[in-house]
């Protein structure tokens, strides 16, 4: 799995590792953090929120094109101090005013520009790595292990960001309960009902500060909102130590991969890389085809990036906020982490050669099980949970299923027939088209937890009395990263296999501009979620996935005759 990387991998995935967990720790808490401050709805906030994803992705277009002309490296340095700033802005407390929305704004922007200077062109390094015939049949899995470092850094993020929210709440004499902020902004806005004051009298009663209990409603709610937009704004702070981290690991290993940072100007007037020319048509082949992956995963991106909005709507309105028995493990950063490592000793039982090593990763492995079922065995039979923690699913599951995935493709590739000389690993686009179907199975799932259950509209601002049981965001997000690990790193690897290349940084671009335009289109739930049934939105994005996927297999022919001498 790791045997035979060339080391630059690992110093380029460690620097992207740390980027990512501030990023995410940012994302986790952000849809929350424009309610809670600002009290918009979700159409609004989903608004902002997809505008910004959107912003974050479409950057690289125009990193990609810079760093085709000055060199990847410069523009990644570059990126990782206008991202800092950015982080730095957004984690100033501000008041719910103009000059509030403003900054934040700013904020925004500094974090997207930064974030298209530095992303795209570290994952062009991380291509140029494979350039070298010794290291090119590595690609695909390069990338894998690459997409999941990534997601370490996203794994532990929710979690941190509930933990300092937790802590800032504390030190305030209160505790989390997902619908006050909506009561609260009801009560400072004049238009509370009868039932919700009553309500929101009921939840001000299980704080922990007699202060807090003893105060009106008018001063409780503006307390809370304040207080609790301040924790969020703790957690924002996070990215700027992750970001040093980052900073530290590029420069302190630079020497590992200083030769992939080269754009083919560079490498012609230095003449230390061999630029493969392409005739004008084989370009436009490569060029053309490459679009029509990227007009695909457009719907996918749409589909996936609900994590942070409608997903967590439903995880906060529609979910249980408390688990038992088993499914308690999930919900402990450190068990799913320790149980994470340990797919990767158990993989080293199986690929270690020496008898010795066999050994180690054995035991290894069952210490962290042991450590694992310790801390399963400590934790309270009944755990309260916050909405933003499924957010540690997703990655979670791609750590984990890295290894399995790329011992089943490595299978597959081997696998050798007439019909299938170069082995029956399915290409790319394939795996793309699967990915798609993969992903609607997801949303099949949300609309079983849907049914029966009230409209956003009809429970105005509050949460469902009949809330469902975690698993069936757990298994939605376990699906839904199934459909990634098909798509994702695969397309990553896509791209910088067949981009022409003297437009690596561009079409490296352009796959993010094409994930930007999908982060955009994931606000239609949003602007749709008081306007429909509860199960509406889930099987639109449902629909979507399949015709996407139904279009890739019809184009499959076509994008692989273009990209076959690959």
């Keep these: 799995m790791f045997k035979g990387q060339p080391k630059g991998l690992f110093a380029l995935a460690l620097a992207n590792t740390g980027e990512r967990f501030g990023y995410y720790t940012m994302l986790a808490i952000f849809m929350l953090f424009l309610q809670a401050k600002f009290g918009w709805d979700q159409a609004l906030s989903s608004q902002v929120y997809s505008i910004f994803l959107a912003a974050v992705y479409f950057m690289p277009v125009l990193g990609g094109w810079l760093a085709d002309k000055i060199g990847y490296g410069k523009c990644v340095i570059t990126g990782i101090t206008v991202m800092f700033l950015g982080y730095i802005a957004l984690a100033i407390p501000t008041p719910a005013n103009g000059l509030g929305i403003a900054l934040m704004i700013a904020a925004l922007l500094l974090i997207a520009v930064g974030t298209g200077l530095f992303k795209g062109n570290l994952q062009v390094m991380v291509g140029n790595l494979y350039d070298d015939p010794k290291y090119s049949s590595r690609r695909d899995a390069a990338f894998s292990l690459f997409y999941m470092a990534i997601n370490i850094g996203a794994m532990f993020a929710p979690s941190a960001a509930t933990a300092i929210t937790n802590k800032f709440l504390s030190k305030a004499g209160l505790i989390y309960k997902a619908d006050i902020p909506a009561l609260a902004h009801q009560v400072l806005g004049g238009t509370i009902e009868s039932a919700n004051s009553a309500k929101l009298a009921g939840l001000q009663a299980l704080m922990p500060s007699a202060d807090v209990q003893a105060m009106s409603a008018s001063d409780f709610s503006a307390y809370y909102i304040d207080h609790l937009s301040s924790a969020y704004n703790m957690g924002f702070a996070v990215a700027c130590v992750s970001l040093i981290v980052s900073i530290a690991i590029y420069f302190g290993f630079r020497k590992w991969f200083k030769h992939a940072d080269v754009n083919a100007k560079q490498a012609a007037k230095a003449e230390s890389a061999n630029v493969k020319e392409l005739t004008p048509a084989q370009t436009k082949e490569?060029?053309?085809?490459?679009?029509?992956?990227?007009?695909?995963?457009?719907?996918f991106w749409m589909a996936f990036h609900q994590n942070g909005q409608s997903l967590t709507w439903f995880a906060r309105d529609y979910t249980q906020s408390f688990v038992s028995g088993v499914p308690r493990l999930g919900f402990s950063i450190w068990i799913l982490a320790l149980i994470a490592v340990s797919i990767y000793t158990l993989f080293g039982v199986f690929q270690t050669e020496k008898t010795d090593g066999k050994i180690a990763c054995g035991a290894v492995t069952l210490a962290l099980w042991g450590g694992a079922y310790a801390l399963y065995s400590g934790m309270p039979a009944t755990l309260d949970i916050q909405p933003q923690i499924f957010q540690q699913f997703n990655p979670f599951f791609v750590v984990f299923l890295t290894p399995i995935s790329m011992a089943i493709f490595s299978a597959l590739a081997s696998k050798k027939?007439?019909?299938?000389?170069?082995g029956m690993e399915p290409s790319a686009p394939k795996k793309i088209g699967i990915g798609m179907f993969v992903a609607a199975i997801g949303y099949l799932i949300m609309i079983f937890a849907s049914l029966g259950q009230a409209s956003p509209s009809e429970l105005g601002g509050t949460v469902?009395?009949?809330?469902?049981?975690?698993?069936?965001?757990?298994?939605?997000?376990?699906?839904?990263?199934?459909?990634?690990?098909?798509?994702?790193?695969?397309g990553i690897s896509f791209v910088s296999k067949v981009a022409p290349p003297k437009l690596k940084g561009l079409m490296m671009g352009l796959w993010f501009a094409a994930t930007a335009i999908g982060n955009y289109l994931s606000s239609?739930?949003?602007?749709?979620?008081?306007?429909?049934?509860?199960?509406?939105?889930?099987?639109?994005?449902?629909?979507?996935c399949v015709i996407a996927g139904g279009i890739m297999f019809a184009m499959l022919k076509k994008i692989e005759a273009a990209t076959a001498d690959e």
Excluded at 286 to 299: E, G, P, T, Y
Excluded at 476 to 484: S, W
Excluded at 533 to 540: D, F, Q, R, S
């Design 464 to 490: 469902s009395p009949d809330p469902v049981v975690p698993m069936y965001l757990v298994s939605t997000y376990l699906v839904l990263t199934f459909a990634e690990l098909l798509l994702s790193p695969m």
């Design 286 to 299: 490569r060029v053309v085809a490459l679009c029509l992956v990227f007009a695909v995963v457009i719907f």
């Design 417 to 422: 027939t007439a019909k299938h000389p170069k």
């Design 524 to 544: 239609i739930p949003g602007l749709l979620w008081k306007n429909v049934p509860l199960w509406a939105n889930w099987a639109i994005l449902m629909a979507l």
